[in-house]
């Protein structure tokens, strides 16, 4: 998807097995992008990337669609830093690979993004997370997240989580905040094991389950 206003795929089985080639590009000159009721499915032995938001392509939205990841690693999703934001959902993730690049399903680098009742299923050994946020005032909001390591780690700031659900499967905590993250918000959330704490300025929040 480039050089264009309001692409849009919508109700397409994609499928592929050629590695390290991503099954939908969003990249240059692509604006108001849309990916809707789809399904994209990616078998492959080296790492790949299923749906790549190059850092050119501009506002995305994936909606209604289904993720199946089982490659030798990187990222189900990858949200490469640019300047327009990028929306996830009703989306849903499962899969298994390694820990070879990105080492999370979903991996966000980009500003004000929103992931909205995304759900991810992810295995592949230690280190495989389900969404990783290292850009700036994201929203998570609702949706279920299980991996085998930390499910959900924030690097960014003004990171808003709400109606969250997250378990890893090695018994680790299910939010880990780094030290470059701050001013983040949890609420009412389900995050089995707790929250590893290593910003500078400790969360805020309320009413949620550890």
Not at 23 to 49: E, S
Not at 51 to 69: C, F, Q
Not at 81 to 108: F, K, M
Request: a negative charge; hydrophobic letters at 30%.
């Amino acid at each position: 998807m480039e050089k264009g206003n309001l692409l849009v795929a919508e109700n397409v089985d994609f499928q592929t097995n050629v590695e390290e080639s991503p099954a939908i590009w969003v990249t240059h000159g692509a604006n108001y992008n849309y990916i809707k009721n789809c399904t994209v499915t990616v078998r492959t032995d080296d790492p790949t990337t299923g749906v790549m938001i190059r850092g050119s392509a501009g506002h995305t939205r994936i909606e209604n669609t289904e993720v199946k990841h089982d490659t030798g690693g990187g990222p189900a999703i990858k949200i490469k830093d640019g300047d327009d934001p990028v929306y996830l959902e009703n989306v849903t993730i499962t899969g298994e690979a390694p820990t070879t690049g990105s080492r999370s399903a979903i991996q966000n680098n980009r500003d004000d993004c929103e992931f909205r009742a995304v759900n991810v299923n992810y295995s592949g050994g230690w280190g495989r997370r389900a969404l990783t946020i290292a850009g700036d005032n994201c929203l998570v909001y609702e949706g279920d997240y299980v991996s085998e390591d930390h499910p959900l780690e924030v690097s960014g700031n003004g990171t808003w989580i709400e109606g969250v659900s997250a378990r890893s499967r090695r018994d680790d905590v299910a939010l880990l905040l780094t030290g470059d993250s701050e001013d983040t918000y949890v609420k009412k959330s389900d995050l089995d094991n707790g929250i590893d704490d290593r910003s500078s300025d400790g969360y805020d929040g309320w009413g949620n389950d550890f």
